[in-house]
């Protein structure tokens, strides 16, 4: 139910929406779906991608204690390789917004598009930088796949998940190649293909 962004409806019950993962070769892609109490405030939110990471770390245990609700959810490596990343992404916020124990009056989402949702939705642009809700979601989303991702370089050695949190750097595409892909790796995206391919000696294109 989307609907064009009226600010005169953000005042309570509105949920902000965001996602974290949508360009690591591996690992889940995460989101997040926040109503802020406005009796509680949190100072400092922002864009996950422009704090520190104890600064991350500090915020993320202060939202799940103040926020009015909050839910993280997210999509698997199966199905991001069967639905695609973008559809993938869309179900995981799905599933954030039906998980709030509060129904929300709008969610607002980040990006330019909106997952299919029983409440109206409005695409905020930039939205963690623009709105204190989506912020807290992206807070929510990064940390919870960024500790992920470090538990992960735990159990697969080598490939430095816990430094790229599975982003194709060099590093990480060296060990792709030199190592081969783990279970966890997106068999959709071209590089993790390649590697398979390689390794395989035959196509494992999928649809």
Known sequence: MQMGLDFTLVEELVAGVDEVGRGPLCGAVVTAAVILDPNRPI?????????????????????????LSFCIARAEVDEIDRLNILQATMLAMQRAVEGLSVTPKLALIDGNRCPKLDVPSAPVVQGDAKVPAIAAASILAKVTRDREMSAFELIYPGYGMGGHKGYPTPVHLEALARLGPTPIHRRSFAPVRAAYEAREGVSTSLI
């Open 43 to 67: 100072l400092g939110l922002n864009d996950s991608k422009k704090l520190t990471e104890a600064k991350r770390e500090a915020l993320f245990d202060e939202i799940c204690e103040k926020a």
